[in-house]
C-alpha cells in the first residue's frame, strides 16, 4: 500500500456514461493531482490542488472535472468521454512548502480507464 | 518550449552496471527527480538532484549537471527486479514537473 488509495482500479465505460475516479491519502500531505498516463507517452498533469487553490491544464477537455472537498480526498468526475481517453489515470500527493523544488510525489496505483 | 530526451529502452545483464541518460530544456530549473515504475504499479520515487553532481543511494546514483541540462540514473550490481520503466523529471520554475516518457529498463539472466 503506497499510502495513496484508488478506486476503482479498473473501470469500463460507455461514451454517454458518467462515473468518477477516487483517491484518498492519508499522509498528511497538502497538494494532490491527478495524472493521465498513455502508453509510451510523458505523464500529463491534468489537475492540481495545492494550498488551497486549483491549478489546471488548460488542453484538459471540460468532460473532465475535479473535486476536491478536502486535503485528503480528490475526485475526477467522468462525463461523455471518447475513447482516446482511454488510459492510466494516476493521483498523487505531495507535501508542498512554498519555493523549495523538493517535491516529492506519491502516487497510487492508478484506475486503468477504458471507453467503448 | 520544454522538452525531456531520454531513451526509450535498454537492455542490460544481471550483475552489470547500466547509466539511463536524460537531457532536458525547461523554463526555469528548481531540481530534477528520477522515478522508477514497474509495469502496471505506481511510479515510486528514487532520487532528486538540485545542484550538480553525483548523488549516490545504495545501488542506485544520480547525476547532474544543469550547465548541460543533462542526468544520467546509474544501478549498479543490476538485479532483475530492476526490470522496470524509469522517468525523468525536471521541475520549472512554477516547481512543476515536467516528465519524460521513460526508459524501459530490461534486464536479462
Known amino acids: 500500500e503506497t499510502g495513496v488509495t484508488q478506486t476503482p482500479r479498473h473501470l469500463v465505460m460507455g461514451m454517454t456514461n458518467k462515473k468518477s475516479l477516487k483517491c484518498e491519502q492519508h499522509?498528511?500531505?497538502?497538494?494532490m493531482y491527478w495524472y493521465k498516463q498513455s502508453a509510451k507517452k510523458p505523464l500529463e498533469l491534468m489537475f492540481v490542488y495545492s494550498l488551497e487553490e486549483r491549478v489546471e491544464n488548460n488542453s484538459v477537455p471540460s468532460r473532465f472535472s475535479p473535486e476536491c472537498p478536502n486535503s485528503s480526498h480528490l475526485f475526477l468526475h467522468l462525463h461523455t468521454l471518447q475513447p482516446e481517453d482511454s488510459a492510466l489515470y494516476l493521483c498523487?500527493?505531495?507535501?508542498?512548502?512554498?519555493?523549495?523544488?523538493?517535491?516529492?510525489?506519491?502516487f497510487g496505483a492508478g484506475s486503468r480507464l477504458t471507453v467503448l | 518550449g520544454q522538452n525531456i530526451d531520454q531513451p526509450t529502452e535498454m537492455t542490460a545483464t544481471e550483475g552489470a552496471i547500466v547509466q539511463i541518460n536524460c537531457t532536458y530544456q525547461?523554463?526555469?530549473?528548481?531540481?530534477l527527480f528520477w522515478y522508477q515504475q514497474h509495469a502496471g504499479e505506481a511510479p515510486t520515487f528514487l532520487s532528486y538532484n538540485v545542484l550538480d553532481g553525483l548523488e549516490e543511494k545504495g545501488r542506485f546514483s544520480s547525476f547532474l549537471s544543469r550547465s548541460k541540462g543533462y542526468s544520467y540514473l546509474l544501478l549498479k550490481e543490476l538485479q532483475m527486479k530492476d526490470s522496470a520503466s524509469y522517468l525523468c523529471a525536471p521541475s520549472d520554475s512554477n516547481y512543476q514537473l515536467i516528465w519524460g516518457a521513460g526508459t524501459k529498463l530490461i534486464i536479462k539472466p
Open positions: 499522509l498528511g500531505h497538502n497538494a
Open positions: 498523487a500527493s505531495s507535501l508542498r512548502e512554498p519555493g523549495t523544488g523538493a517535491n516529492v510525489l506519491t
Open positions: 525547461t523554463s526555469g530549473f528548481n531540481g
